[in-house]
């Protein structure tokens, strides 16, 4: 699923057993269906959620992470705004919502192994039938980005994108010459 931004007031990224949703205000897309991320950070964020904080790769983590000023007073005046549009702009949240009760840690273990696997392809990868839907419904893309997301060759992708668009209306009055 795309993954929109966050402003970290609200997550608008949610994944339950019941399907995927966001909550809050709407944000332009930070991550493709498909797209490689860096899970940087997995904490508890409530009694019944877990959130991940979702970055590009390590790199973009690590220029956050090494940001934050390091006095116990907390940064400059001003700062704060600053570093919060720069993590902003490099990272997003998943919040998982768990129905397992706190205290029972194996269960939420494995509903959170379950609800990752709603997220992210883990130890398997895309099929042809999803890269091909993907592919559909990500059609304003550029072709070279359907390429990288997909490792589908540019060629393969226009086929499959003429072979899902609708054939011309025909008026139903034949010519005879």
Not at 6 to 17: A, E
Not at 45 to 56: G, K
Not at 124 to 129: F, I, N, S
Request: hydrophobic content about 40%; proline content about 6%; charged content about 25%.
């Amino acid at each position: 699923m795309d993954l929109q931004g966050t402003n970290y007031l609200s997550v608008p990224n949610v994944v339950t057993d019941g399907g995927f949703s966001y909550r809050g205000r709407q944000f332009g897309v930070m991550f493709r269906e498909m797209e490689m991320v860096y899970l940087a950070r997995f904490s508890n964020a409530a009694a019944s959620e877990v959130a991940l904080t979702i970055y590009r790769n390590k790199t973009d983590a690590e220029q956050v992470r090494g940001a934050v000023p390091s006095t116990p007073f907390g940064p400059a005046a001003g700062t704060e705004v600053a570093l919060g549009a720069f993590a902003r702009d490099l990272s997003t949240t998943v919040t998982l919502e768990l129905h397992s009760g706190k205290k029972d840690l194996a269960a939420q273990r494995e509903e959170i192994v379950r609800l990752l696997g709603k997220l992210f392809y883990m130890k398997e990868e895309p099929t042809l039938e999803e890269k091909q839907a993907f592919i559909r419904s990500h059609a304003q893309l550029p072709l070279p980005k359907l390429s990288q997301l997909t490792g589908m060759s540019e060629e393969m992708i226009k086929v499959i994108l003429e072979e899902g668009k609708p054939e011309p209306p025909t008026t139903g009055v034949e010519k005879q010459e």
